[in-house]
Nanobody, 122 residues
Framework: QVQLVESGGGLAQPGGSLRLSCAAS????????MGWYRQAPGKQRELVAR???????NFADSVKGRFTISRDNAKNTMYLQMNSLKPEDTAVYYC????????????????WGQGTQVTVSS
């Protein structure tokens, strides 16, 4: 089994910063794409940012220039640096990853974390 555990959420003021982490553990041979998604109350879950194993990134238009995504492949960990936070960034943020569980399985399985709450308010 694979677990994705997010951390770093909390309360921030508008204009402030937070850094989210996502640590993957368990039966992991390799991780392909990883990403952050968010879901605000009453809204659908949406992509925030994704990063490939080679470091290629893409971002939602709403966070471009404010958020940075990175990963440490040796630690199976992904980060989301969120700057210039706005009240509309308030949501539960979820980690997502495509994981190859073992050398003997060539396919990747998609996993989700439990989410971490980010609240931006004065």
């Amino acid at each position: 089994q694979v677990q994705l555990v997010e951390s770093g959420g909390g309360l921030a003021q508008p204009g402030g910063s937070l850094r989210l982490s996502c640590a993957a553990s368990g039966s992991i041979f390799g991780i392909n794409d990883m990403g952050w998604y968010r879901q605000a109350p009453g809204k659908q879950r949406e992509l925030v940012a994704r990063i490939t194993s080679g470091g290629i990134t893409n971002f939602a238009d709403s966070v471009k220039g404010r958020f940075t995504i990175s990963r440490d492949n040796a630690k199976n960990t992904m980060y989301l640096q969120m700057n210039s936070l706005k009240p509309e960034d308030t949501a539960v943020y979820y980690c997502n990853a495509d994981v190859r569980p073992s050398f003997f399985r060539y396919s990747y399985t998609n996993y989700w974390g439990q989410g971490t709450q980010v609240t931006v308010s004065s």
